[in-house]
């Protein structure tokens, strides 16, 4: 069974481009995630998806940052105007559907977004 | 203050060795509790879940504090293979990451 895949794998671009990452989850997976890591720091949160529905996105650093997941399948992330601040590994994730507990987390390869 | 605090490392350790890593949290409502391994340049993922009454899984058991708000992971008889980055994972709404510990395991 195929796994989280993310694309591009990399990506440089000048301050105040715009760029898209896709995520494309397991099979079968309802909730989708974003997170981010930047140099030094730990893995953020950013939102989470459950189908097509944004559940939290209390991690969306600013609304340069404008996540979609048109017919609940593969999601984009897009940065319009990028900035310096946001080069970092993004990161996806999907789980199944858990009315309780914790579904485990599957984590695509991310994409490490560097920007000039 | 950060809300998972770990030490970064790296623990420097020889093939053969016991290993512990150690991870505290700040937010006394968080439900869940995990320890992820992430490889260099690689995605994290999950390696053992992390309960009150400790759980093993075999050379790796795991611990969770709760009164003290404390998780530990004990390795045992360290393999070159170990040798990764341990997220500590807490799950309140979301997951929040610690920086992770760096584990160099030598021959």
């Known amino acids: 069974e195929a796994g989280v895949t993310q694309f591009p794998s990399h990506s440089v671009i000048e301050k105040g481009q715009t760029v898209t990452l896709r995520c494309d989850p397991i099979s079968g997976h309802d909730n989708l995630y974003w997170y981010r890591r930047v140099m030094g720091k730990e893995i953020k949160f950013l939102l989470h998806?459950?189908?097509?529905?944004?559940?939290?996105e209390s991690g969306m650093p600013n609304n340069r940052f404008l996540a979609e997941r048109t017919g609940g399948t593969y999601s984009t992330l897009k940065v319009q105007p990028a900035e310096l601040e946001d080069s970092g590994v993004y990161f996806c994730?999907?789980?199944?559907?858990?009315?309780?507990?914790?579904?485990?987390?599957?984590f695509g390869p991310g994409t490490r977004l560097t920007v000039l | 203050r950060k809300e998972v605090e770990q030490d970064p490392g790296p623990f420097n350790v020889p093939e053969g060795a016991t290993v512990a890593f150690n991870c505290t949290y700040s937010?006394?409502?968080?439900?869940?509790f995990f320890w992820y391994r992430q490889d260099c340049r690689k995605e994290p993922k999950l390696l053992m879940s992390?309960?009150?009454s400790g759980n093993e899984d075999g050379r790796f058991t795991a611990q969770l504090n709760r009164a003290s708000q404390y998780i530990s992971l004990l390795i045992r008889d360290s393999k070159l293979s170990d040798s990764a980055t341990y997220l500590c994972v807490v799950k309140g709404n979301m997951l929040t990451f610690g920086g992770g510990t760096r584990l160099m395991v030598k021959p």
């Open positions: 937010n006394s409502a968080s439900q869940s």
């Open positions: 992390v309960y009150s």
């Open positions: 998806f459950v189908k097509e529905s944004k559940q939290d």
């Open positions: 994730a999907s789980s199944t559907y858990a009315t309780s507990g914790h579904n485990e987390q599957f």
